[in-house]
Nanobody
Framework: QAELVESGGGSVQAGDSLRLSCAPS????????MAWFRQAPGKEREFVAF????????EYVESVKDRFIISKDNVKNVGYLQMNSLKAEDTAVYYC????????????????WGQGTQVTVSL
C-alpha cells in the first residue's frame, strides 16, 4: 500500500500548466524532504525535482529547470509540483517520494512512495 497519494495529473496540450499534489496516506509524517520522479513509456524512472526538509533547498533535472517549481507545506506535509510550459516529452507517470532524511537525486534515498499519477501532454 502506497504511503503517499498523488493527485492533479491529467491530459493537457503543449504549453499548458498542471499542479501535482502529494499527501500522506494513512499515517502521520513530520518534517519530510519530498521529491518527484517520472517514468515515460518504455523508459526508466528518472529524477525530476526534490526539496529539502526545511524547503530552503531544491534541485531539478536540467530538462525542467525554469518550467517546474517544487514546493511543500510544512504544516500539512503536502508537496506540490507546479508544471508550466508543458512539452510532449513531459508525458509520464509522475511519482511522489518522501524521506525523513536529506534526500538526493537517487531513488534509493527515498523510503516512501506514491502510486503515481499520469500526465499526458499532446501537441
Amino acid at each position: 500500500q502506497a504511503e503517499l497519494v498523488e493527485s492533479g495529473g491529467g491530459s493537457v496540450q503543449a504549453g499548458d500548466s498542471l499542479r501535482l499534489s502529494c499527501a500522506p496516506s494513512g499515517r502521520t509524517f513530520t518534517y519530510l524532504a519530498m521529491a518527484w520522479f517520472r517514468q515515460a513509456p518504455g523508459k526508466e524512472r528518472e529524477f525530476v525535482a526534490f526539496i529539502s526538509r526545511s524547503g530552503a533547498t531544491s534541485e531539478y533535472v536540467e530538462s525542467v529547470k525554469d518550467r517546474f517549481i517544487i514546493s511543500k507545506d510544512n504544516v500539512k506535509n503536502v508537496g506540490y509540483l507546479q508544471m508550466n510550459s508543458l512539452k510532449a516529452e513531459d508525458t509520464a507517470v509522475y511519482y511522489c517520494a518522501a524521506t525523513v532524511g536529506f534526500g538526493s537525486r537517487s531513488q534509493r534515498t527515498w523510503e516512501y512512495w506514491g502510486q503515481g499519477t499520469q500526465v499526458t501532454v499532446s501537441l
